[in-house]
């Protein structure tokens, strides 16, 4: 029995380009073979829980705009019948992963004991949800920004018995995770940060995450948990500065705690945008160091200075993503999870379905082209021949060499070089071939 919540919906079907379905797929066919893999095993798509369901429609200025019947989300009866509808959407959708903070599932008690409990209880539930229907948990995680607790920060708040609050807090979002089988544990550090180093010690707050996180990895061992920990970059909003600031950031912290075999990350293309970067920028580094995890799929308004979490509709920013991902072996662990919402406008339940059908097709579309450019080889081979220099025995003599070696070698054979063009209107026209 379904709760009549989608309605006149049918099941969303690929119907190819020539569909005028607004809810049908033109472009994601799950089973079509992308580099000898299925597309859906490509992409592995996610909900995301929070601003799905969770969210409310609100913003900086205005109050809710969504009237859901599991709304206000305040008792165990709804938190249930938003699980129900939950996974009728991810049934209609097809999507195989789901994600969850424990605030989304279960309602905030106000104590910790309670909070146990009904997290508990509604896991339970979800699991047989999750055996009924298949779809399965990319990642789970603990909401450490939302209710006022967490005002100072979760691992580097002032307050012991915050950090305690938030270890346990944890320890009960990683058993949960367990219990359903999810296939990663994220951290994102909401409000692990400051608003203004007049009242903050850096030194201290830095040293505390680092040895939570390290209690987080010793407790997945403990625990024999098989997945993947992964820590979420973004650089500001709600802090004027939070620690895990970009890529390249949470990469030297990990190293600095002695992390970065156990830690990976999960990059998401809108906080990528509030750092000042593209999202291959931020793909680009953590394949370079062996870091990558799992995506947040995503867009912000350009014209905005805030995260607005829009779905994806940008087919070239997707393929270049995708590039890097195809490049680095595709995900193992990881996945695409949709950290997007509507627009405070669309109220309607077939907008939720609409959403997610216009990311998925955008994400097929990014895909295919990625794997075509990685089939074609032309980037790989321009890279080859932008640094085929380096290939020979004296100019990896010089690495092994001191200034002043090379310097004599400089002047004795009068080295004078002449710059090489750097062709990048023609990359960039190379790749609006395959978009």
Same mark, same amino acid.
């Given at each position: 029995?379904?709760?009549?919540?989608?309605?006149?919906?049918?099941?969303?079907?690929?119907?190819?380009?020539?569909?005028?379905?607004?809810?049908?797929?033109?472009?994601?066919?799950?089973?079509?073979?992308?580099?000898?893999?299925?597309?859906?095993?490509?992409?592995?798509?996610?909900?995301?829980?929070?601003?799905?369901?969770?969210?409310?429609?609100?913003?900086?200025?205005?109050?809710?705009?969504?009237?859901?019947?599991?709304?206000?989300?305040?008792?165990?009866?709804?938190?249930?019948?938003?699980?129900?509808?939950?996974?009728?959407?991810?049934?209609?959708?097809?999507?195989?992963?789901?994600?969850?903070?424990?605030?989304?599932?279960?309602?905030?008690?106000?104590?910790?004991?309670?909070?146990?409990?009904?997290?508990?209880?509604?896991?339970?539930?979800?699991?047989?949800?999750?055996?009924?229907?298949?779809?399965?948990?990319?990642?789970?995680?603990?909401?450490?920004?939302?209710?006022?607790?967490?005002?100072?920060?979760?691992?580097?708040?002032?307050?012991?018995?915050?950090?305690?609050?938030?270890?346990?807090?944890?320890?009960?979002?990683?058993?949960?995770?367990?219990?359903?089988?999810?296939?990663?544990?994220?951290?994102?550090?909401?409000?692990?940060?400051?608003?203004?180093?007049?009242?903050?010690?850096?030194?201290?707050?830095?040293?505390?995450?680092?040895?939570?996180?390290?209690?987080?990895?010793?407790?997945?061992?403990?625990?024999?948990?098989?997945?993947?920990?992964?820590?979420?970059?973004?650089?500001?909003?709600?802090?004027?500065?939070?620690?895990?600031?970009?890529?390249?950031?949470?990469?030297?912290?990990?190293?600095?705690?002695?992390?970065?075999?156990?830690?990976?990350?999960?990059?998401?293309?809108?906080?990528?945008?509030?750092?000042?970067?593209?999202?291959?920028?931020? @793909?680009?580094? !953590?394949? =370079?160091?062996?870091?990558? %995890?799992?995506?947040?799929?995503?867009?912000?308004?350009?014209? /905005? +200075? #805030?995260?607005?979490?829009?779905?994806?509709?940008?087919?070239?920013?997707?393929?270049?993503?995708?590039?890097?991902?195809?490049?680095?072996?595709?995900?193992?662990?990881?996945?695409?999870?949709?950290?997007?919402?509507?627009?405070?406008?669309?109220?309607?339940?077939?907008?939720?379905?609409?959403?997610?059908?216009?990311?998925?097709?955008?994400?097929?579309?990014? @895909?295919?082209? !990625?794997? =075509?450019?990685?089939?074609? %080889?032309?980037?790989?081979?321009?890279?080859?021949?932008?640094? /085929? +220099? #380096?290939?020979?025995?004296?100019?990896?003599?010089?690495?092994?060499?001191?200034?002043?070696?090379?310097?004599?070698?400089?002047?004795?054979?009068?080295?004078?070089?002449?710059?090489?063009?750097?062709?990048?209107?023609?990359?960039?026209?190379?790749?609006?071939?395959?978009?």
């Amino acid at each position: 029995m379904t709760s009549g919540f989608f309605e006149g919906i049918e099941k969303v079907r690929f119907e190819g380009v020539d569909s005028d379905n607004p809810l049908a797929f033109r472009h994601y066919n799950p089973d079509e073979v992308v580099l000898g893999k299925r597309m859906e095993d490509h992409l592995r798509f996610a909900v995301a829980w929070w601003h799905t369901f969770a969210w409310e429609g609100g913003d900086p200025f205005g109050g809710a705009t969504f009237e859901r019947p599991w709304h206000p989300q305040d008792d165990m009866g709804r938190a249930k019948l938003k699980a129900d509808i939950a996974f009728e959407m991810f049934e209609l959708l097809g999507q195989p992963f789901f994600c969850w903070h424990d605030a989304d599932i279960r309602p905030e008690q106000g104590n910790f004991a309670d909070n146990l409990r009904t997290l508990e209880e509604i896991t339970d539930y979800i699991g047989e949800k999750m055996q009924d229907v298949g779809t399965k948990l990319l990642w789970g995680t603990a909401n450490m920004f939302s209710h006022r607790r967490w005002m100072a920060g979760a691992s580097t708040n002032p307050d012991p018995d915050v950090f305690a609050f938030a270890a346990a807090t944890v320890k009960s979002c990683m058993d949960a995770t367990h219990k359903l089988n999810g296939e990663n544990y994220v951290l994102w550090g909401g409000r692990e940060g400051y608003e203004t180093l007049l009242n903050t010690d850096l030194k201290t707050e830095l040293d505390h995450m680092g040895r939570f996180l390290n209690m987080v990895v010793d407790y997945k061992h403990k625990i024999g948990f098989k997945g993947t920990i992964l820590v979420e970059p973004k650089p500001q909003e709600p802090s004027k500065h939070q620690y895990d600031y970009d890529a390249a950031t949470c990469i030297g912290f990990l190293r600095k705690y002695g992390l970065e075999d156990e830690v990976k990350l999960n990059l998401e293309q809108g906080h990528a945008i509030l750092a000042g970067h593209s999202f291959e920028h931020e @793909l680009a580094v !953590a394949t =370079a160091e062996g870091m990558l %995890g799992s995506i947040d799929m995503n867009r912000n308004d350009y014209q /905005s +200075g #805030w995260d607005t979490d829009q779905f994806p509709n940008n087919t070239p920013e997707v393929a270049l993503a995708y590039y890097y991902v195809l490049k680095a072996g595709g995900f193992t662990t990881g996945g695409t999870n949709f950290d997007s919402k509507l627009r405070r406008q669309s109220i309607d339940p077939d907008d939720l379905i609409a959403g997610h059908i216009g990311g998925m097709d955008v994400c097929a579309r990014g @895909l295919k082209a !990625a794997a =075509a450019m990685i089939e074609d %080889g032309g980037l790989e081979t321009e890279l080859t021949n932008r640094y /085929s +220099g #380096w290939e020979t025995p004296a100019a990896q003599a010089m690495l092994e060499s001191n200034l002043d070696d090379i310097t004599a070698r400089v002047l004795a054979d009068a080295v004078n070089p002449d710059p090489r063009s750097g062709r990048q209107e023609k990359l960039e026209n190379y790749v609006n071939r395959f978009v």
